[in-house]
């Protein structure tokens, strides 16, 4: 039952910024989005994750729209290594419990 | 370092066959999970621990069982009942309200 809406797929030329949209109009007030992405066969990594205000780190930034009901991951300059499979999740609030959608594959090309 | 260890990498069962797959942690985390993922999907929840000696059902538990009498360690086990198991399986854990940290999967075929 993930709450999360994808594109299944996006492309980004290498060195351009990459933004990645989600879509989570039934979040509720005390539920984290979180970012995760998986390279093929490996384990899912953490990106970044928030509650309403934008966040950035050393990977990622993390938009988030004031209703709360979408935000978007932006990966600055995007490289070769960053081709991967990207899951947004919301995280349910009566228990720390992840539900996975498809996610988006993101292609970045030369 | 501190991680989360999944093994084996590879696996391979008769058809009939029980087999358990490993999951250990050295995080201190409460909470452990494991999920299943087929070719091109996205990762379904099978069961998932709260604490030592708990564990609830996640949306597909038909045909596994698991086990947490340690809090380092949360066994699956794909039992005969389990009708296609050939699939990628990922163990994680997590404090009470952050994030996961997975292990790098164990790949389990049918053969």
């Given at each position: 039952?993930?709450?999360t809406t994808q594109p299944p797929s996006m492309d980004c030329a290498e060195g351009r910024a990459a933004n990645l949209p989600c879509n989570?109009?039934?979040i509720s007030g005390n539920e984290y989005v979180y970012w995760y992405r998986q390279i093929h066969s490996q384990g899912p990594q953490y990106i970044i994750h928030g509650l309403k205000n934008n966040e950035t780190?050393?990977?990622a930034s993390l938009i988030i729209t004031e209703d709360r009901k979408s935000s978007t991951l932006i990966l600055p300059h995007a490289t070769l290594r960053d081709t991967a499979v990207y899951y947004c999740i919301v995280r349910v609030a009566d228990f720390n419990k992840f539900y996975f959608g498809s996610g988006?594959?993101?292609?970045v090309k030369p | 370092d501190g991680g989360i260890t999944q093994s084996p990498k590879y696996l391979f069962r008769k058809e009939g066959q029980n087999v358990t797959l490993s999951c250990e942690q050295n995080l201190n985390h409460d909470a452990m999970y494991w999920y299943r993922q087929?070719?091109?999907?996205?990762?379904r929840l099978i069961y998932y621990s709260q604490i030592v000696n708990d564990f609830?059902?996640?949306?597909?538990?038909?045909g596994y069982s698991v086990s947490r009498e340690k809090k380092e360690s949360f066994p699956l086990t794909v039992t005969s009942a389990?009708?296609?198991p050939t699939a990628f399986y990922l163990c994680a854990s997590?404090?009470?309200f952050g994030g996961y940290t997975f292990g790098s999967g164990t790949r389990l075929t049918v053969v």
């Open positions: 039952d993930a709450k989570h109009s039934t780190n050393e990977m988006t594959k993101l292609n | 087929d070719p091109g999907q996205g990762l609830q059902k996640g949306d597909i538990a038909e389990q009708k296609n997590s404090s009470s």
